[in-house]
């Protein structure tokens, strides 16, 4: 599996939005003066008349996007993910989907691991609030490789998208082969005892987890659950049939998010094995070196792997 | 705002009744969507939609929502509602005619409870600063909202002041008057920068137990005031 370690969800973005503007002249970016952090320096050089500084001003941000879209542009309204969706909610919700504008939502800086910004700049609520809303989609994607695959496809899907990226240089967990659906999750991993369902950076940690407990002699299946909506039932649906326990991983409140998606699917069973949620358990962040908080908050596979041992 | 709305669909903006998606047209937005029934009214006489439908306002099953919603109604241009919202759409839309060298104009019509709204300034600096000039904004200056008068729940004077110093050119008018209407929107037409509107109005103008009183603002006559009403309009 090629490995890109240095390269993030946000520079797949960053590099995708210039190829789609490229193929696409009805491509608009805009920002609330976070050109550079949200990897728009690129597009704003390639295509300047097309690029629209809004200062710091989500919800005008988001207002102008969805009048961009009324007359037929596909505006990509970029900021950190505290502050877009999570400032600019009203405008997302009737402007962009009451009305189905084809507004493109850019959550940057997304998880605990936006790190030493500390906990006022991590967003955790983020996919549950857009989990909620009707005509929204929600795609976490992975890795870079697979952030390219997803900036193009939300571009491509005609509607209001979200998509969550970061900062953080996660493991490559998918290749430029891959294929990429969206609303169908991806097996990476095939196992029989126990699965892990993962989104985002956690997807990489899933797979670390599976690989550690091959000296347990435990089966660990990995899925990678990129789009959170639509959510894709039918993969949860397979995944039961043996196992004996569930695991989510997110960078996100364990409310709401992937974790809650998971158990809504699950509630419709009469028999299923259980699930235990990893995700930010009902608190804020704070300040610290990426990897250093992701071990504090118990988001690794290490404290995946004593969560099976412990449950099995 | 009657006379608003009906000097902007028969007279000054470029519409198209039997096809409002017409790409060339001006776009009316309405950004303090609770008015909704004059809109649907000037609608409905301007031949957007059967004038029978008008009496389904609010039922179950209807178009014509309490709000308007961008998708049920001809004639719509945006779901509006949560005031603040509708100045910024008009943004996107002056930005994108900018952008495709285009010469549709936008006006956009808000409230003053409205101006309470962050989203609102957030609208007025961007457009004023990009001199977006193909925007005309209307202010419904009644002096009422919800809570009381708007010198009672917040005050937003000096209205035309604050907006002159976000980059726009204002003009006062008394918004009754539908020569007053023509002549500044012949004026907004001269400008560089975008336009604000503020038509001086009297909330409920004509009818002598509801004009300017505050307690109107979001409440149906009941039918026998709706009688005495009309024989006072008549």
């Known amino acids: 599996m090629a490995k890109e370690n240095n390269k993030t969800t946000r520079d797949g973005f960053g590099e995708a939005l210039v190829e789609a503007a490229t193929k696409n002249s009805a491509v608009v970016a805009l920002t609330a003066d976070l050109r550079e952090s949200m990897r728009l320096d690129a597009f704003a050089q390639t295509f300047p008349d097309r690029f629209f500084e809004m200062g710091v001003a989500e919800e005008n ?3 102008a996007a969805a009048g961009l879209a009324l007359a037929g542009k596909i505006p990509v309204a970029c900021s950190y993910a505290v502050f877009n969706p999570q400032n600019a909610m009203g405008p997302i919700r009737t402007s962009v989907c009451y009305s189905k504008t084809n507004v493109k939502i850019i959550g940057g800086h997304a998880g605990i691991s936006t790190g030493p910004d500390g906990a006022t700049h991590q967003a955790l609520e983020d996919i549950a609030l857009m989990r909620t809303l009707p005509n929204m989609i929600v795609v976490v994607p992975a ?14 899907h005609h509607g209001p998208a ?3 990226i970061g900062k953080f240089p996660t493991n490559a967990v998918t290749t430029e082969s891959a294929t990429f659906e969206l609303g169908r999750a991806t097996t990476l ?18 797979l670390r987890a599976a690989e550690l407990l091959e000296k ?7 899925l990678n659950m990129h789009t959170i909506k639509p959510f894709d039932r039918f ?4 995944l039961v049939q043996q196992k004996k326990l569930l695991i989510s991983m997110e960078e996100h409140q364990i409310t709401g998010g992937l974790g809650s998606a998971i158990a809504e699917v699950l509630s419709e069973l009469s028999h299923h094995p259980p699930l235990h949620r990893m995700g930010m358990l009902d608190t804020f962040g704070e300040s610290g070196p990426d990897r250093e908080l992701l071990k504090k908050y118990e988001l690794t596979a290490e404290a995946a792997v004593a969560l099976v041992l412990d449950e099995l | 705002m009657v006379e608003v709305f009906v000097s902007l669909y028969f007279k ?7 096809n409002p998606s017409w790409p060339e047209r001006d776009y009316v937005l309405l950004s303090a969507g609770h008015i909704c029934p004059v809109l649907y009214a000037t609608l409905a006489e301007r031949g957007y939609f059967p004038l029978s439908e008008l009496a389904t306002l609010r039922d179950i099953n209807s178009r014509l929502q309490g709000h308007p919603h961008l998708h049920s109604l001809p004639g719509i241009e945006i779901s509006s509602g949560p005031l603040g919202q509708g100045l910024s759409q008009a943004i996107g839309l002056a930005m994108a005619f900018q952008l495709d060298k285009k010469t549709n104009h936008v006006f956009c019509i808000l409230s003053d409870g409205e101006q309470q709204e962050g989203q609102t300034w957030e609208a007025y600096m961007y457009a004023g600063s990009h001199s977006l000039s193909n925007i005309t904004v209307f202010i419904d200056r009644n002096n009422i909202q919800i809570g009381g008068t708007t010198d009672q729940v917040l005050p937003i004077n000096p209205l035309d002041e604050k907006i002159r110093a976000f980059g726009w050119n204002t003009i006062t008018i008394d918004g009754h008057s539908y020569s007053a209407i023509e002549n500044a929107v012949s004026d907004a037409q ?5 336009t604000a509107i503020i038509c001086n109005t009297t909330p409920g103008k004509g009818v002598s137990f509801i004009e300017n009183d505050f307690t109107w603002h979001g409440k149906p006559p009941t039918e026998s005031e709706l009688q005495r009403a009309l024989e006072e309009l008549t």
């Open chain 1, 162 to 164: 979200y998509l969550r």
């Open chain 1, 235 to 238: 993969s949860i649906l397979e």
């Open chain 1, 216 to 222: 347990y002699s435990i089966s660990v299946e990995v």
């Open chain 1, 61 to 63: 941000m988001v207002g």
């Open chain 1, 189 to 206: 991993r095939q196992g029989n005892t126990v699965a892990i369902i993962a989104c985002g950076t956690m997807v990489s940690e899933a």
């Open chain 2, 190 to 194: 001269e400008s560089d920068q975008p």
């Open chain 1, 143 to 156: 890795d870079y490789q697979e952030a390219k695959k997803a900036t193009h496809a939300i571009i491509e």
């Open chain 2, 12 to 18: 000054l903006a470029e519409q198209k009744a039997d």
